[in-house]
């Protein structure tokens, strides 16, 4: 089990910059991948970023690549979204994700709100 945890959510201006963070807990950090994840009323939950357990391979949405990046924190147990150049189409319900045993995507956090205003 891995339990998950988000903060760093606001408001924010178009062009502005957020740092979302998701601390865990339950299985060791290392032994999985991680993952965040974004959902607007009415759509499909999307995948943004995603890090490997290993922390070298790292993966992105072409719609926030070269503006948002991904990092992990073995040490505080904490996975990082840094999110620059903000758009208002980023606006959304982030979510923290980690690998289950298996593979694949199976835990999640409660979702941290992220708005970007015109």
């Known amino acids: 089990q891995v339990q998950l945890v988000e903060s760093g959510g606001g408001l924010v201006q178009a062009g502005g910059s957020l740092r979302l963070s998701c601390v865990a807990s339950g299985r060791t950090f290392s032994n999985y991948g991680k993952g965040w994840f974004r959902q607007t009323p009415g759509k499909e939950r999307e995948f943004v970023a995603g890090?490997?357990?290993?922390?070298?391979?790292?993966s992105y949405a072409d719609s926030v690549k070269g503006r948002f990046a991904i990092s992990a924190d073995n040490a505080k147990k904490t996975v990082y979204l840094q999110m620059n150049r903000l758009k208002p189409e980023d606006t959304a319900l982030y979510y923290c994700?980690?690998?289950?045993?298996?593979?694949?995507?199976?835990?999640w956090g409660q979702g941290t709100q992220v708005t970007v205003s015109s």
């Open positions: 890090i490997s357990r290993s922390g070298v391979s790292t």
């Open positions: 994700s980690a690998e289950g045993p298996a593979g694949g995507y199976a835990y």
